[in-house]
């Protein structure tokens, strides 16, 4: 979501007449974008202000922040950090030309925290995205859930969806100018409700987020992926739409965070572990193998012994294709920042370790199996251990390398798995496609 704000940023700001650099040397003007999610992050954007200020001998830039903690800490940055002059909300993105103009203009300090206009239009201009390949497409935004450790509602505010024709005219446009893969993204795809059904009247499916995955595939893009789903929103006609649709691709994120519905409770997930394993059910019984992916917290407040056993329990069981593990960290102005913190850092630390390793046998199985079997890969660039060898990723969203030149990027090729990593595929190219 923060690269396709910068994105979108970056298209306000060309249009407006900025010249745009990847440098910090020299520029005029510095604005950067923050995540909020861990505390840690949003310290080291204090720490990399300073910097820049320190390595800049001449004329200091006019600095910014934009993104979550510009939400969250509004004009109080000012006072914790004093050389910035502007800050600009996660629902001000498109207002940045005319927030810069004002700080250009004199005013000292300028701030705008207020919500998206439902004027602005979402447009992205194809020079500022991050691929020429690959793009990403917001189909929601913001989060209603209130899950307890999470700081995104408060900063990214509550849920709003685009509509289903200002969707699918966007991945129109980018299937005609060559994109081979958009993802659809948001803190929660699958509770997209826009507020009116224009361009989904013609398509089946039993919730909104499933007629829009139908229309979306019907524009012919060869990939589309979709990320994060939430189970509670889970619907099995998601998998229904993927079956009937060959470029709807083969990955389904779905986020559990713990297998103790006790602690479920404590998180205010709003789903229990049976109504997540119904889910798994569904996708592992599909036509297509459709890989799932998942993220566990460990460590949570009042987590015990039994209830870390039962995440155990529960990735054994589900044979996860990749697992994102965090370890819990509090998050100031969460109501899990007033839970007393139960657990240990060695305890976080050893239950850590626990799930790795437990993980890394299971995904183990799952990356042998595709040992002689062939895959497609949308070719990304070469890959960054070896520059002889190409990078990209399978519809399933497994990282393949494979001996290439770089004619390949942003094509779709088949290569035969001939090895298998704990994290990637390697295999040898059988030709494009
Ligand atoms: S669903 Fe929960 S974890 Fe995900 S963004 Fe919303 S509050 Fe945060």
């Excluded at 081979?180 to 009116?196: C, D, F, M, T, W």
């Excluded at 007629?211 to 998601?238: C, E, M, N, Q």
């Excluded at 779905?254 to 996708?283: C, F």
Aim: glycine share 8%; proline share 4%; hydrophobic share 35%.
């Amino acid at each position: 979501m923060n690269v396709a704000d910068s994105e979108r940023a970056a298209t306000r700001l060309r249009s407006a007449g900025y010249e745009l650099t990847d440098s910090s040397e020299g520029a005029d003007v510095l604005i950067f974008n923050t995540c909020s999610v861990r505390e840690k992050a949003e310290r080291k954007v204090f720490q990399r202000i300073n910097h820049v200020r320190r390595e800049r001998a001449g004329k200091q830039p006019l600095i910014g922040i934009m993104g979550c903690v510009a939400q969250l800490e509004g004009r109080a940055v000012f006072d914790s950090s004093p050389p910035v002059r502007f800050v600009i909300g996660t629902g001000a993105t498109d207002r940045i030309p005319e927030l810069l103009e004002r700080v250009e203009d004199g005013e000292e300090r300028v701030s705008d925290l207020g919500i998206r206009q439902e004027t602005e239009v979402w447009d992205v201009s194809p020079v500022e995205r991050h691929s020429k390949h690959i793009a990403f497409v917001p189909v929601i935004e913001g989060c209603n859930k209130f899950c307890t450790y999470c700081i995104v509602p408060y900063s990214r505010g509550r849920e709003r969806s685009r509509t289903a024709a200002e969707i699918v005219t966007e991945v129109r446009h980018l299937s005609d100018l060559g994109y081979k893969e958009v993802q659809l993204i948001g803190q929660n795809v699958n509770s997209y409700r826009p507020k009116a059904v224009d361009g989904l009247e013609k398509f089946s499916g039993a919730t909104p987020f499933s007629k829009l995955l139908r229309a979306v595939a019907s524009t012919g893009i060869p990939r589309i992926k979709f990320t994060t789903s939430f189970p509670r929103d889970f619907h099995p006609d998601i998998v229904g739409a993927i079956e009937e649709n060959e470029n709807l691709c083969n990955w389904i994120h779905l986020p559990v965070q713990t297998g103790s519905n006790r602690v479920l409770r404590a998180m205010r997930r709003g789903h229990q572990i049976e109504d997540y394993w119904k889910h798994v059910e569904t996708i592992k019984n599909a036509r297509r193998r459709i890989s799932l992916t998942s993220d566990i917290i460990v460590g949570f407040p009042c987590e015990t012994a039994e209830d870390f056993a039962d995440t155990l329990g529960l990735v054994e069981r589900c044979r996860f294709d990749g697992l994102y593990i965090f370890k819990y960290s509090e998050r100031k102005g969460t109501p899990a920042a007033r839970l007393t913190d139960s657990v240990s850092a060695s305890e976080k630390a050893s239950r850590f370790i626990t799930l790795e390793r437990l993980q890394t046998s299971v995904q183990e199985g799952i990356y042998n199996s595709y040992v002689g079997s062939e895959v497609t890969v949308l070719v990304e660039g070469a890959s960054a251990r070896a520059s002889v060898d190409m990078t990209g990723h399978t519809a399933c969203n497994k990282v393949v390398n494979f001996r290439g030149t770089s004619g390949l990027v942003g094509r779709l090729v088949r290569v035969r798995v001939t090895e298998a990593k704990p994290h990637s595929l390697y295999g040898e190219f059988l030709g494009a496609m």
